[in-house]
């Protein structure tokens, strides 16, 4: 409690002060707990007033997997489950990309659209037998170039965002069908096919079983080694970190989802032949994500995306070049579209012009919804810790 | 209207004089900042009429006037957002201009507006150092090092009701959010800090709160500039007073000291 020194004078020694006790249900329960007790106490008071956080989520999620289980005894099976891996990569990725603008308060309707467009430029290069590399790099700029220009348009114009990309969706959905009509005999009857091995071996190919568990032990051991450091690190600065108990059981709990996803994976889920291990694209999908959530939890430009969706003018006060943030972020945005773009082409095994950009786009910013990304920008409420939202989207 | 104005008298002097710790060595010397014949036009609005204000380091002015008498005004041709139409600014003994408010922070013109300008979902440490993030040798944010300067300001202005800095600001409560305005302010060492209407939307634990940091900044050799229209609460905390009625300083002038519950120190 605030007390006023009735002497209004300037000792030095004030009196030590009662630390209020936080009754409000926000503020991060890992800091506040002293021990794993106080951290289930905590967590408990928050969902009972509201505050749910992740749990209506995992119990949907639950229920979803009783529903399909008990309709068909397949669904829990390895094949099905890395399959909806697979499946469910591109419409990630595509999440990660609007999760860039979705922060500032923004959208892009376009970028499903970005994304089969770059595919096409990338497919039409390795049909002319350039190396993968590089038409990947050409699509990737090309739509990361794409990206950039509708930020201009939104961020210096000042035109809404929704307008914007709505316009973008309808020009790439025309531009889709013409450059594949531009290919000539390579896109035939409005389709482009992919003609190169290790792009489809991004969604076709896998790792052999024990090179899956080499990366989940390189994976689970890096990460463990992380969260330990920097909560070690906290506590040598005398900052308040978390109970040595709560890290040791989020390390035990990574632990135990790593290996679960890699006994299921290492199923054999064939037919005809063996079938065994982790997709390429599992993978790939997680370099991206741990890439982008360091970008946006661990760096300036990232602080001032939160900052910018928080509050505009605060960030506008405190010197934040917001024309450059946002068009930047629209950028990120095209680049993990051409990415998306990449992933999509090699999941079909070929892109043609029927594909549905706007559905996925719709998609693609449900999953970003549901990781706890707050359509109308940054929102402290939804209980998220900042660097945690990155990382939701996986669900 | 420059009858009316009076600098640093002798009384005020010889208190500044023994603030303690911390207190700059400007104090006792010329004021830190001083109005001459500053004016604001809007086309035919007159919004400011030959104002001349001086505002003494280490000690806590108020502005005071009924809503529309141009109190806002003043304070944004002051701090560069708005330019004054006549008139002059001498900071420490020298004219400036401010053009935006980053050159007015660059002299260490510190203003905490109503809004507070605070992000609510980034926390309080993130809110302190927006704009002026420390990097570590990696490029990444130095969260640590961030972390433990956040601690230390708030703990030198004795703000101890918040117990963990990493909640977001959106869950403070108002005299808590003014806290970390004003710790943002002194951060960034300012000079002179601007606060406009703080108590306004507060109660009364979280107004002594805030009275309390105010005069706090004074002690430190801050500069500190009140605008309210509450009374009770500049007679609290206020050394000078100046009053402003439609555009024009009625009367600028210290305290009287029966009415000055703020003691003097030693």
């Not at chain 1, 007790?37 to 905590?42: A, N, P, S």
């Not at chain 1, 969706?169 to 096919?193: A, E, P, R």
């Not at chain 2, 809110?127 to 030198?156: F, Y």
């Not at chain 2, 939307?201 to 605008?227: F, K, M, P």
Request: net charge positive; with cysteine.
């Amino acid at each position: 409690m605030a007390s006023v020194n009735p002497k209004g004078s300037t000792t030095t020694a004030a009196p030590a002060e009662e630390p209020e006790v936080i009754t409000t249900p926000t503020g991060s329960a890992e800091l506040l707990a002293g021990s794993v007790g106080e951290y289930v106490r905590i967590q408990g008071r928050r969902i009972r007033s509201g505050e749910s956080g992740a749990l209506p989520v995992v119990i949907g999620l639950v229920a979803i997997v009783i529903f399909f289980q008990a309709k068909n005894s397949l669904f829990l099976s390895a094949g099905n489950l890395v399959n909806l891996m697979a499946q469910s990569s591109f419409i990630i990725t595509l999440g990660m990309a609007e999760i860039f603008v979705l922060l500032l308060g923004d959208i892009d309707l376009a970028a499903g659209f970005t994304a089969a467009c770059g595919a096409v430029g990338a497919l039409w290069m390795m049909a002319l037998n350039d190396p993968w590399w590089a038409a990947v790099l050409v699509a990737l700029a090309g739509t990361a170039l794409y990206g950039a220009m509708q930020g201009i348009i939104v961020a210096r114009l000042r035109l809404p965002s929704f307008v914007v990309t709505l316009a973008g969706q309808l020009f790439l959905s025309g531009l889709l069908i013409y450059l594949i009509d531009q290919t000539g005999s390579i896109g035939v009857g409005g389709v482009i096919q992919l003609h190169n091995n290790i792009i489809n071996n991004i969604a076709g190919g896998w790792l052999s079983p024990t090179a899956t568990w080499i990366v989940l032990l390189i994976i689970v051991g890096l990460a463990g080694l992380a969260m330990f450091y920097s909560d070690y690190r906290r506590r040598r600065a005398g900052l308040v970190a978390p109970p040595l108990s709560i890290t040791l059981l989020k390390i035990a709990a990574v632990i135990v989802a790593g290996v679960v996803v890699v006994l299921v994976a290492n199923t054999n889920r064939g037919r005809l032949i063996t079938v065994e291990g982790m997709p390429w694209v599992v993978l790939v999908v997680l370099a991206i994500l741990f890439v982008w959530t360091v970008l946006l939890g661990r760096t300036r430009f990232g602080r001032y995306i939160y900052a910018i969706g928080g509050n505009a003018e605060a960030a506008r006060r405190a010197g934040i070049n917001i024309v450059r943030t946002r068009t930047l972020a629209f950028m990120l945005c095209g680049l993990t579209a051409g990415m998306t773009g990449i992933i999509y082409a090699s999941y079909l095994g070929s892109i043609s012009s029927n594909v549905n950009g706007g559905q996925n786009v719709l998609k693609a910013v449900a999953a970003a919804v549901i990781g706890g990304t707050s359509l109308f920008g940054a929102d402290y409420g939804s209980g998220a810790g900042a660097h945690r939202r990155g990382s939701r989207t996986s669900r | 209207m420059t009858s009316w104005t009076r600098t640093v008298t002798g009384d005020d002097g010889a208190r500044a004089a023994t603030a303690g710790v911390g207190s700059s060595d400007a104090v006792g010397q010329a004021p830190l900042l001083q109005l001459r014949g500053i004016g604001k036009n809007f086309g035919p609005v007159r919004a400011l009429t030959d104002i001349d204000l001086d505002i003494p380091a280490g000690q806590v002015t108020a502005l005071v006037g009924d809503n529309g008498a141009g109190k806002s005004t003043l304070i944004k041709t002051r701090t560069g957002i708005w330019e004054p139409s006549q008139g002059q600014l001498i900071w420490q003994g020298r004219t400036v201009h401010f053009r935006t408010p980053r050159d007015a922070n660059a002299v260490g013109i510190a203003t905490v507006y109503q809004d507070l300008a605070l992000s609510d979902n980034l926390d309080i440490v993130q809110n302190m150092l927006l704009g002026h993030e420390v990097l570590s040798r990696t490029g990444l944010l130095d969260e640590i090092s961030m972390e433990k300067t956040a601690k230390r300001i708030l703990q030198d202005l004795r703000v101890t009701t918040v117990r963990n800095i990493r909640q977001p600001v959106g869950s403070l409560s108002g005299g808590q959010r003014q806290a970390v305005a004003v710790a943002k302010a002194v951060m960034l060492d300012a000079r002179l800090v601007i606060m406009d209407e703080p108590t306004a939307a507060l109660g009364v634990s979280q107004t002594a709160l805030v009275l309390d940091l105010i005069e706090r900044l004074a002690t430190r050799g801050i500069a500190v500039l009140v605008i309210s229209h509450n009374l009770t609460d500049v007679f609290r905390v206020a050394d000078r007073i100046a009053v402003l009625y439609l555009g024009r300083l009625v009367t600028v002038g210290p305290l009287p000291t029966s009415t000055r519950r703020r003691q003097s120190t030693g």
